[in-house]
């Protein structure tokens, strides 16, 4: 073994920091990555043909590629033959039996954010018992939905009983030979949500994972797909606001939207994954690829997200503005501290005729943290009367972090306007002195300053997440002042 | 033949003939760069510092390193009447096919402590002072390499402690017809400013249109505490020529540099302009205006690095595109560690006057200290239909309009510039380029 996959087998032998048992289940695939593992997985799934073909055609295509090198984040070389990469779910004697068994620290934190316990006991992994299974809280809203023909599940279901939707839309925004980590997932993604929105039809909930089957342990390669037929609307939440227990140190999931006619897709994410220590040690590696595609005239897809975990974050969420009148959104709040890196942004590609995009990014560095912004704004011949106004604030707290900027604007057309503003400050001495001249203390002071900077982003979150997400920035941030 | 055989078999061919021949370490220098170029080659748009602009049309003409036969000195003796900035304004250097051309220079009188000369001169007279500033430096672009490789001459100015020059010196580039035609022309500039001094360099570049040549040029500036710099660089080679270029300085506390770039020929441009603060309370200022029309490609690149606290840098550029032009832009801003209090502000703004142009803006902060204030902004975009209305509704035409208004957003960088003689040259371009200009100055 070389002295990097030794590196890599000490890293994902180490035990978990927060305390769970780490014992590899017996259903599982054998550890490395073959033509044979993505057969198995495939077949582990009974998956029909087209699927498996479609793993095999983007497994070949991995190989000749190499991992990506550009991005300002720095982490050791992932054996990608050291992953398993299929694993079914967790029996319930390899949970936490209790909440007492579980990192204190962990429970604090839930203190903090206010999240109910019985919400605290699924986060932490605990074994649930009967009466809160997601299972059947979720049954009753699939009820519901399916009345107004909305199809909503995990993918795994949808490849079996939707099997030409999923045919027709799947890397259709993101082609298995998109990128590197878009190819790896494309052979192995083990599950994720499938979303089906009908003509014409007002998606009468916020979809969330709270609410889904088969929510967890999905794996470390997540598929989403989520179509909004013409007119349809749809608004869908990812992630929650509490840390999520999870084993794997590199996730790699992909994203589509699909937007036909005047449908509107809102998406939203909260992502806090275990970000590490305070050295750096440990945390996720969250590699993302997410990108909607207004397809139809009169299109709309926004997508927020609040990042506030991880030890790295890489991840671009991205709107192709195909459809004439259509627009794309995005609104993003980015917070690193300790050790974390985030490299994050977004893409408007605007193709159709008076296509509109907004890019909203709040980057705030803490501790040692490194936050960039990168992103592209492409506006093509055809884009005739297209307009984008991006915006990018960078906020660092401590003398140790950084924050970057990287946006990249390419216009081929003149009657495009394009405008890019973006500017690098820390908390004013005069600020805090205010706050604190009138009894707040300046932790305090802090985080009300920072959850004023995020409140642009914050506005666009559906109302209950705002609020959580205003506690967790606050949480997050304990301990880089001062 | 590739291009790093061509390059090995040409300066095999032109070594002897370039100057400081006999100088062991400008010798390992010109060593070290070939051996960079050799290694790397020329860039391809996989690099990211040259993702949008393909130098392959440079490579494919197998350009030679400029022969030391004289061009035509009478065309260039006519060019130098039109182009000096008048009879005792300045100090005027004149480089013909990138050779000092004694004859047409006008020196004039300088300060005592300012030494101006040619660089080959020096290197033949007096090459040990030079040393520290002609090592290949990894972190400037190939072309800088291969400048090193074939720098035959170019203007080197030294300013002894406290020494202020009052009248601008005029450095004058000029590729003739038959000098140029096929070859590499690789001026190399030094510009050492000692304590306290002050001066102003104007860089100016004219060809002519008959055949492709490229210009490769390097400056270096070393600006001491306190001292003061403004460099004016003033871009009109030939339509068919090739002009890239770096100007590289490095400030020490207090120092002020002052940059001023505007590009107008050349069919493909590719400016990489940077600074670096090395001590505390530095400031620069980078302003540019390229206006640029039929199949013509200007890149510029700044670069500024803040690596001291208390450093101001303000940055501004502003391009006018027509026909089938494209410029891009790439302003990148480094606030190094420990760098705190800086200030930093920049802007890009783009006019595009024609369907077929084309805008690649980069504007790119890295910051790694916590007490700065740092903003970048770019926008891109055609005339304001507004702005536009209002002119028609009081009885201007539209081409009168827009000439205009192109000029009032040309207008905002060439006011900056602070010699007359360079503004209003600047200011009869603009004129002469836009339509109805004449009335235009007219009204002014």
Not at chain 1, 115 to 130: C, S, T, Y
Not at chain 1, 224 to 247: F, H, K, N, Q, W
């Given at each position: 073994m070389t002295a990097t996959a030794n590196r890599l087998a000490e890293l994902m032998d180490r035990e978990y920091p927060h305390g769970f048992v780490s014992d590899v289940a017996a259903d599982t695939v054998p550890r490395g990555l073959s033509e044979e593992t993505v057969r198995l997985i495939s077949a582990r799934k009974n998956e029909p043909a087209f699927m498996l073909e479609w793993r095999l055609k983007a497994f070949r295509h991995w190989l000749t590629m190499s991992e990506p090198k550009w991005s300002t984040a720095r982490y050791p070389a992932v054996?990608?033959?050291?992953?398993?990469?299929y694993s079914a779910p967790k029996s319930m004697q390899d949970r936490p039996q209790s909440l007492a068994d579980v990192d204190p620290e962990l429970l604090r934190t839930y203190e903090k954010l206010g999240v109910p316990l019985k919400e605290r006991e699924m986060l932490a992994g605990?074994?649930?018992?009967?009466?809160?299974d997601s299972v059947s809280v979720g049954t009753t809203f699939k009820d519901k939905l399916a009345e107004l023909g909305i199809i909503f599940g995990s993918f795994s279901d949808a490849v079996r009983e939707h099997p030409d939707l999923v045919q027709q839309y799947l890397g259709s925004v993101v082609p298995y030979a998109d990128n590197f980590f878009a190819a790896l997932n494309a052979a192995v993604f083990s599950d994720g949500s499938f979303c089906y929105i009908p003509p014409g039809v007002r998606c009468p909930m916020e979809l969330s994972t709270y609410f889904r089957i088969n929510a967890r342990d999905t794996g470390q390669f997540e598929r989403t797909l989520i179509i909004a037929d013409a007119g349809a609307y749809v608004s869908y939440l990812e992630g929650c606001t509490a840390p999520m227990r999870d084993e794997n140190q590199l996730h790699a999931a992909v994203v589509e939207l699909v937007a036909l006619d005047h449908a509107r897709i809102k998406y939203s994410t909260v992502q806090n994954w275990y970000p590490g220590d305070k050295d750096g040690k440990g945390g996720i590696y969250n590699f993302v690829t997410k990108r909607g595609e207004?397809?139809?005239?009169g299109s709309h897809i926004s997508w927020t997200q609040v990042e506030t975990g991880s030890a790295i974050t890489w991840k671009y969420p991205s709107c192709i503005l195909r459809g004439d009148d259509s627009i794309g959104e995005f609104h993003s709040v980015a917070l690193t501290n300790n050790r974390q890196q985030a490299d994050t942004g977004s893409k408007m590609i605007h193709i159709g005729r008076n296509t509109k995009s907004t890019i909203v990014s709040k980057g705030i560095s803490a501790g040692h943290g490194q936050n960039a912004y990168r992103g592209l704004v492409k506006i093509l011949?055809?884009?005739?009367g297209a307009r984008n106004y991006s915006q990018c604030d960078s906020l660092l707290l401590g003398d140790q972090c950084a924050a970057h900027t990287f946006p990249y604007i390419e216009v081929k057309n003149p009657t495009a306007r394009v405008e890019h503003e973006a500017s690098t400050s820390r908390i004013g001495e005069d600020q805090l002195f205010y706050c604190q001249q009138r009894g707040i203390s300046v932790e305090d002071a802090v985080s009300m300053i920072v959850n004023g900077f995020c409140k642009e982003v914050f506005k666009e979150l559906p109302m209950e997440f705002a609020v959580e997400a205003q506690k967790l920035m606050s949480v997050s941030l304990e301990g880089s002042v001062g | 033949m590739n291009a790093r055989e061509h390059t090995l078999a040409d300066y095999a061919r032109s070594a002897v003939t370039l100057p400081g021949a006999g100088v062991p370490w400008l010798a390992r220098a010109r060593r070290s760069a070939l051996e960079r170029f050799v290694a790397s080659g020329y860039p391809d748009t996989h690099d990211e510092e040259w993702k949008y602009t393909s130098v392959a049309a440079i490579e494919k003409q197998a350009f030679r390193a400029a022969s030391h036969r004289d061009g035509d000195l009478a065309a260039a003796a006519s060019l130098v009447d039109q182009l000096a900035?008048?009879?005792?304004a300045g100090h005027l250097l004149v480089f013909v096919d990138g050779r000092h051309c004694p004859s047409l220079s006008v020196p004039g009188r300088l300060p005592a402590g300012a030494h101006m000369t040619s660089i080959g001169e020096e290197f033949e007279t007096a090459p040990e002072s030079l040393e520290a500033y002609f090592a290949d430096d990894d972190q400037e672009t190939i072309f800088a390499a291969l400048n090193t490789v074939f720098m035959a001459d170019g203007a080197y100015l030294h300013l002894a402690r406290g020494v202020v020059v009052e009248q601008p010196v005029h450095l004058l580039f000029i590729a003739t017809q038959d000098g140029a035609a096929g070859a590499i022309i690789s001026p190399r500039n030094l510009i050492v400013a000692e304590e306290g001094a002050q001066a102003t360099v104007i860089e100016h570049y004219v060809g002519t249109d008959g055949a492709p040549y490229l210009t490769n040029a390097l400056t270096r500036i070393s600006a001491a505490a306190n001292a003061s710099l403004t460099h004016y660089k003033l871009q009109q080679e030939g339509a068919q020529a090739f002009h890239v270029a770096g100007i590289h300085a490095r400030q020490a506390q207090g120092s002020r540099l002052s940059s001023h770039s505007t590009t107008l020929g050349a069919v493909l441009t590719r400016n990489d302009i940077s600074t670096a603060f090395?001590?505390?309370?530095c400031e620069a200022t980078l302003d540019g205006l390229y206006l640029v029309g039929g199949r013509q490609h200007v890149d510029n690149h700044t670069r500024i690095d803040h690596g001291a606290p208390h450093g101001t840098s303000h940055e501004f550029y502003r391009g006018v595109l027509d026909g089938r032009s494209r410029a891009v832009f790439n302003g990148k801003v480094l606030v190094h560690p420990g760098a705190q209090k800086t200030n930093a502000h920049q802007a890009n703004h783009n006019l595009l006057l024609s369907r077929d142009a084309e805008i690649d803006s980069k504007p790119q902060l890295e910051i790694y200290a916590d007490d700065v204030k740092c903003t970048h902004g770019a926008t891109i975009g055609q005339l304001d239909d507004n702005q536009l209305f209002y002119l028609r509704a009081r009885g201007v035409s539209e081409t009168m309009a827009r000439s205009l208004l192109v000029h009032a957003f040309a207008h905002d960088v060439v006011e900056r510039i602070r010699v007359a003689a360079l503004r209003s040259r600047l200011e009869q371009i603009l004129f002469s380029r836009l339509p109805q200009g004449e009335r235009i100055r007219a009204l002014a």
């Amino acid at each position: 073994m070389t002295a990097t996959a030794n590196r890599l087998a000490e890293l994902m032998d180490r035990e978990y920091p927060h305390g769970f048992v780490s014992d590899v289940a017996a259903d599982t695939v054998p550890r490395g990555l073959s033509e044979e593992t993505v057969r198995l997985i495939s077949a582990r799934k009974n998956e029909p043909a087209f699927m498996l073909e479609w793993r095999l055609k983007a497994f070949r295509h991995w190989l000749t590629m190499s991992e990506p090198k550009w991005s300002t984040a720095r982490y050791p070389a992932v054996d990608y033959q050291d992953i398993i990469y299929y694993s079914a779910p967790k029996s319930m004697q390899d949970r936490p039996q209790s909440l007492a068994d579980v990192d204190p620290e962990l429970l604090r934190t839930y203190e903090k954010l206010g999240v109910p316990l019985k919400e605290r006991e699924m986060l932490a992994g605990v074994a649930i018992d009967a009466v809160f299974d997601s299972v059947s809280v979720g049954t009753t809203f699939k009820d519901k939905l399916a009345e107004l023909g909305i199809i909503f599940g995990s993918f795994s279901d949808a490849v079996r009983e939707h099997p030409d939707l999923v045919q027709q839309y799947l890397g259709s925004v993101v082609p298995y030979a998109d990128n590197f980590f878009a190819a790896l997932n494309a052979a192995v993604f083990s599950d994720g949500s499938f979303c089906y929105i009908p003509p014409g039809v007002r998606c009468p909930m916020e979809l969330s994972t709270y609410f889904r089957i088969n929510a967890r342990d999905t794996g470390q390669f997540e598929r989403t797909l989520i179509i909004a037929d013409a007119g349809a609307y749809v608004s869908y939440l990812e992630g929650c606001t509490a840390p999520m227990r999870d084993e794997n140190q590199l996730h790699a999931a992909v994203v589509e939207l699909v937007a036909l006619d005047h449908a509107r897709i809102k998406y939203s994410t909260v992502q806090n994954w275990y970000p590490g220590d305070k050295d750096g040690k440990g945390g996720i590696y969250n590699f993302v690829t997410k990108r909607g595609e207004c397809r139809g005239a009169g299109s709309h897809i926004s997508w927020t997200q609040v990042e506030t975990g991880s030890a790295i974050t890489w991840k671009y969420p991205s709107c192709i503005l195909r459809g004439d009148d259509s627009i794309g959104e995005f609104h993003s709040v980015a917070l690193t501290n300790n050790r974390q890196q985030a490299d994050t942004g977004s893409k408007m590609i605007h193709i159709g005729r008076n296509t509109k995009s907004t890019i909203v990014s709040k980057g705030i560095s803490a501790g040692h943290g490194q936050n960039a912004y990168r992103g592209l704004v492409k506006i093509l011949k055809s884009a005739e009367g297209a307009r984008n106004y991006s915006q990018c604030d960078s906020l660092l707290l401590g003398d140790q972090c950084a924050a970057h900027t990287f946006p990249y604007i390419e216009v081929k057309n003149p009657t495009a306007r394009v405008e890019h503003e973006a500017s690098t400050s820390r908390i004013g001495e005069d600020q805090l002195f205010y706050c604190q001249q009138r009894g707040i203390s300046v932790e305090d002071a802090v985080s009300m300053i920072v959850n004023g900077f995020c409140k642009e982003v914050f506005k666009e979150l559906p109302m209950e997440f705002a609020v959580e997400a205003q506690k967790l920035m606050s949480v997050s941030l304990e301990g880089s002042v001062g | 033949m590739n291009a790093r055989e061509h390059t090995l078999a040409d300066y095999a061919r032109s070594a002897v003939t370039l100057p400081g021949a006999g100088v062991p370490w400008l010798a390992r220098a010109r060593r070290s760069a070939l051996e960079r170029f050799v290694a790397s080659g020329y860039p391809d748009t996989h690099d990211e510092e040259w993702k949008y602009t393909s130098v392959a049309a440079i490579e494919k003409q197998a350009f030679r390193a400029a022969s030391h036969r004289d061009g035509d000195l009478a065309a260039a003796a006519s060019l130098v009447d039109q182009l000096a900035l008048g009879p005792g304004a300045g100090h005027l250097l004149v480089f013909v096919d990138g050779r000092h051309c004694p004859s047409l220079s006008v020196p004039g009188r300088l300060p005592a402590g300012a030494h101006m000369t040619s660089i080959g001169e020096e290197f033949e007279t007096a090459p040990e002072s030079l040393e520290a500033y002609f090592a290949d430096d990894d972190q400037e672009t190939i072309f800088a390499a291969l400048n090193t490789v074939f720098m035959a001459d170019g203007a080197y100015l030294h300013l002894a402690r406290g020494v202020v020059v009052e009248q601008p010196v005029h450095l004058l580039f000029i590729a003739t017809q038959d000098g140029a035609a096929g070859a590499i022309i690789s001026p190399r500039n030094l510009i050492v400013a000692e304590e306290g001094a002050q001066a102003t360099v104007i860089e100016h570049y004219v060809g002519t249109d008959g055949a492709p040549y490229l210009t490769n040029a390097l400056t270096r500036i070393s600006a001491a505490a306190n001292a003061s710099l403004t460099h004016y660089k003033l871009q009109q080679e030939g339509a068919q020529a090739f002009h890239v270029a770096g100007i590289h300085a490095r400030q020490a506390q207090g120092s002020r540099l002052s940059s001023h770039s505007t590009t107008l020929g050349a069919v493909l441009t590719r400016n990489d302009i940077s600074t670096a603060f090395t001590a505390p309370g530095c400031e620069a200022t980078l302003d540019g205006l390229y206006l640029v029309g039929g199949r013509q490609h200007v890149d510029n690149h700044t670069r500024i690095d803040h690596g001291a606290p208390h450093g101001t840098s303000h940055e501004f550029y502003r391009g006018v595109l027509d026909g089938r032009s494209r410029a891009v832009f790439n302003g990148k801003v480094l606030v190094h560690p420990g760098a705190q209090k800086t200030n930093a502000h920049q802007a890009n703004h783009n006019l595009l006057l024609s369907r077929d142009a084309e805008i690649d803006s980069k504007p790119q902060l890295e910051i790694y200290a916590d007490d700065v204030k740092c903003t970048h902004g770019a926008t891109i975009g055609q005339l304001d239909d507004n702005q536009l209305f209002y002119l028609r509704a009081r009885g201007v035409s539209e081409t009168m309009a827009r000439s205009l208004l192109v000029h009032a957003f040309a207008h905002d960088v060439v006011e900056r510039i602070r010699v007359a003689a360079l503004r209003s040259r600047l200011e009869q371009i603009l004129f002469s380029r836009l339509p109805q200009g004449e009335r235009i100055r007219a009204l002014a």
